[in-house]
Structures are given as structure tokens and as C-alpha cells.
């Protein structure tokens, strides 16, 4: 099983601006409704159902179970600037490989 974390979220993938156009609301009276959960938690969403990370999240992926996908570790969101770091416990050094894009 595999849990993710998002550690760091730089700014929206959308404006306040640009939701409040869309919605075509002409008040601010819901601003922080939209800023604080509206738009964090359909960004979430989206990026879950794709894939796909859509404004620089910083994640922390932790594999917690690694039978139940044969020792391998699938990285939650494309694409990405940098891996910071990879933890192995009980491999050494030469026991794994990083494939993909």
C-alpha cells in the first residue's frame, strides 16, 4: 500500500481570479471558501485521478507494503523536476533499478 503526501504546495494550478471568473461571481464574500478548500481540493482530485502534478507539489511517497506490488515503487504524479531522495530499507545498494521517463 502506498500513501502519498503532498509536503508542499507552492500556489494554486488556478488564480482566485481565474475560479471566480468561471464561477462568475462578482462578490468576494466566498474568497476564502474558494482559496482554502474549494480549489486545493479539486486540484487534489485532479491530480490524483491523472496523474498528473500540476503545480510543483513537493510529495513524500511512502511504500508501506512492498509485496503487494512485487518490491516496486511507482512515483503518484508526472511529470517532475528532481527525486530528492530515495530511503531503502533491507536492500543494498546494487538490489534495485530506476526505469522510466
Request: glycine content about 6%; hydrophobic content about 40%; charged content about 25%.
Amino acid at each position: 500500500m502506498q500513501s502519498t503526501i503532498i509536503t508542499d504546495r507552492p500556489g494554486a494550478c488556478i488564480t482566485l481570479a481565474e475560479a471566480r471568473a468561471w464561477l462568475r461571481l462578482d462578490h468576494t464574500a466566498d474568497d476564502s471558501l474558494l482559496t482554502d478548500i474549494i480549489i486545493p481540493g479539486a486540484q487534489d482530485k485532479i491530480e490524483r485521478a491523472t496523474g498528473l502534478c500540476l503545480s510543483g507539489d513537493t510529495l513524500v511517497v511512502v511504500e508501506v507494503d512492498e509485496a503487494t506490488n512485487d518490491g516496486e515503487v511507482h512515483l503518484p504524479y508526472a511529470p517532475f523536476d528532481s527525486i530528492i531522495d530515495v530511503e531503502l530499507t533491507d536492500v543494498s545498494s546494487t538490489d534495485y533499478t530506476m526505469s522510466g521517463g
